[in-house]
């Protein structure tokens, strides 16, 4: 099943068309996505059945919006890719190292970010969205906590996330717009390989970021179980699993985002999300 959302209302997307989940189901499911993901195995169920017929409603994927507009948590996970973590000068940690991007910060798929002063980076990330409320699970059992995975963005303006000592990431990594999402939620049983997924992030067309989310140091299971054994997570929870090598702050020279780049994040089996920049205001 793929879930979008279009004008607030959560669809199921298939190809370029697409079902309106409260419409289709006759008014027994909600419309909005929040909702549904408080009772996603009934909505999971209920989706297989659908017919083609149902599926009326052309879509233009550029208009859809976050498929979790509105988690209560979002996790994220630094140096999780081994080269990534090489070229921040780290050894593998033994731990995740787990902070947060506010709640406010997450958007949907195709969106305009205002930079705010300073040095903003890109990372491609692959963003699991837990499915039921999960307390102390094991990693053999984690992926049946997961709704399903979509694409994210985890943008960090490197002088606020890097300044204090020790460097707090959160509050770089959550200004307006910086976390944005999609095109859609993605089930994990539509994919044949949930854990080997090629992901890349690319900059005005050209490839800066490239890996399999297998290289992960803790895949998905591993990071679900780990966070749980610490506190719930809940339905509707993102967790960011980190980015892969190739990020702007390890370029030599440096690079960062400005208002003349297009930014493009692409994950196989799930899609894209693109985002344009708008330069900071000067006083
Ligand atoms: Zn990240």
Not at 4 to 15: F, K, P, Q, Y
Not at 61 to 89: D, I, K, M, S
Request: charged letters at 20%; aromatic letters at 6%.
């Amino acid at each position: 099943m793929r879930l979008g959302v279009l004008d607030g209302r959560a669809v199921v997307v298939s190809g370029d068309l697409a079902a309106d989940i409260h419409m289709a189901s006759r008014g027994k499911l909600p419309h909005d996505p929040m909702a549904l993901l408080e009772d996603w195995p009934r909505v999971r169920d209920w989706a297989a059945g659908l017919p083609e017929k149902a599926y009326d409603i052309p879509v233009d994927l550029t208009a859809l919006g976050a498929p979790v507009p509105r988690p209560r948590q979002v996790f994220a996970v630094a140096l999780n890719y081994p080269p990534h973590a090489a070229e921040a000068g780290f050894t593998p940690p033994d731990e995740p190292l787990v902070f947060t991007k506010f709640p406010a910060c997450v958007t949907g798929p195709h969106t305009t970010v205002a930079l705010p002063p300073g040095k903003v980076d890109w990372e491609v990330e692959l963003v699991a969205v837990i499915g039921h409320e999960t307390y102390q699970v094991n990693a053999d059992r984690a992926w049946d906590a997961v709704a399903g995975l979509t694409v994210g963005q985890d943008l960090s303006e490197r002088v606020t996330q890097l300044q204090g000592k020790p460097a707090q990431f959160s509050l770089g990594k959550s200004f307006p717009g910086f976390g944005p999402t999609g095109p859609v939620l993605v089930t994990p049983d539509e994919f044949d390989h949930p854990d080997d997924l090629e992901i890349t992030g690319l900059l005005n067309g050209e490839a800066v970021q490239r890996d399999r989310t297998k290289s992960m140091i803790f895949p998905v299971p591993e990071l679900i179980a780990r966070l749980s054994a610490v506190l719930p997570l809940l339905p509707g929870d993102l967790v960011f699993t980190g980015t892969p090598a190739g990020v702007g702050n390890r370029m030599n020279p440096p690079r960062y985002l400005t208002a003349a780049d297009e930014l493009t994040s692409r994950i196989e089996g799930i899609g894209e999300i693109r985002q344009r920049f708008t330069a900071p205001e000067h006083h």
